[in-house]
């Protein structure tokens, strides 16, 4: 029973991590990466759907971004979507292939970013150590109900705190790269 439990909180520790990651490569860069436009939707046939589902995305530069639509009715739509989301870009268009420039990063804005990057962190220490205070919660359960021992509650929660430590730590890593590469000119 205890180890279900650790086992769920590492789980969902994990998954707290990989959504932290997730999200970092949303935020921009100085360089040009296909995960830039991953949650750019697109209208297509009445409905909402990712860019990468209608068009190829490939980086042509290091500050550039090609999108080349699999139909050629889409290339306008596909278009007006990048320019209206909120990465701030303005597409270009020649034929069927979409050029995306990407603008140097000003220092004021590397600063906005960096606070972004902070706040996702925090958000995601919140939600790990949740995950600790609802195991810690379960240990207590089964105390209250006489499954386990006082010693077996206390060494379940100090293993849990590991857990949670060594999770806040992979947090703090993915918050360091992200925040010296943003910082790079």
């Known amino acids: 029973m ?7 909180a590492e789980s969902r520790m994990g998954k707290s991590v990989e959504a932290l990651k997730t999200e970092l490569t949303k935020l921009r860069t100085g360089r040009a990466h296909t995960s830039l436009l991953d949650h750019v939707m697109v209208e297509y046939y009445g409905s909402q759907v990712p860019l990468n589902q209608v068009a190829s995305i490939s980086v042509g530069d290091a500050r550039t971004l090609t999108v080349q639509p699999w139909e050629k ?32 990063l000003t220092e004021e804005r590397r600063k906005d ?11 995601t220490r919140v939600a790990i150590r949740n995950i600790r205070r609802d195991a810690i919660s379960d240990f207590k359960s089964l105390l209250k109900d006489k499954e386990i021992t006082e010693d077996e509650e206390h060494k379940a929660e100090e293993e849990i705190q590991k857990l949670t430590d060594k999770y ?18």
């Open 2 to 8: 205890i180890n279900d439990i650790k086992k769920d």
């Open 73 to 104: 009715p889409m290339v306008q739509k596909v278009e007006k979507a990048i320019l209206e989301s909120d990465l701030g870009l303005n597409p270009a268009t020649s034929g069927e292939v979409i050029r995306v420039p990407l603008p140097a």
């Open 113 to 123: 970013m960096i606070r972004i990057v902070r706040q996702e962190g925090e958000n």
């Open 168 to 185: 806040i730590a992979k947090v703090d890593e993915a918050l360091e790269a992200k925040e010296k590469d943003l910082m790079e000119i």
